[in-house]
């Protein structure tokens, strides 16, 4: 798997785990958020774009389900703001990450 999109993966995984810490109180994922991060793994995995995937948060195409979408946002808006503090060098990598948005997006033949 291409570095990037594994190092995605990652980030997503621990994201998932911050806010289902805090607001599931569980040790492991709950049911529920285990599988919203088996669906944005898959779709991180099955990205359209290949190895020139932006951050899906600035993604044109958007092709999470609209209730998906929702709810990975609101993990989103929780857990990146704390990442920086629980993962920093995965967080400096996003923001990193982020900034290369502005590269042509070509979709993977
Ligand atoms: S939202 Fe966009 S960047 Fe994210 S996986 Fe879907 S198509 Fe790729
Ligand atoms: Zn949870």
């Not at 946002?73 to 990450?97: C, N, Q, S, T, W």
């Amino acid at each position: 798997m291409d570095r990037r999109i594994d190092r995605e993966t990652t980030t997503i995984h621990k994201m998932v785990e911050i806010y289902c810490r805090d607001h599931h109180r569980e040790n492991n994922l709950c049911t529920d958020c285990r599988q919203l991060l088996d669906y944005a793994e898959k779709r991180t995995k099955s990205c359209p774009f290949g190895k020139d995937k932006p951050v899906c948060a600035d993604c044109p195409v958007h092709c999470y389900k609209p209730e998906m979408r929702e709810r990975i946002r609101k993990v989103m808006r929780y857990a990146g703001p704390r990442m920086i503090y629980r993962h920093p060098f995965l967080a400096i990598r996003h923001l990193l990450d982020k900034r290369l948005k502005a590269a042509p997006l070509k979709f993977r033949s």
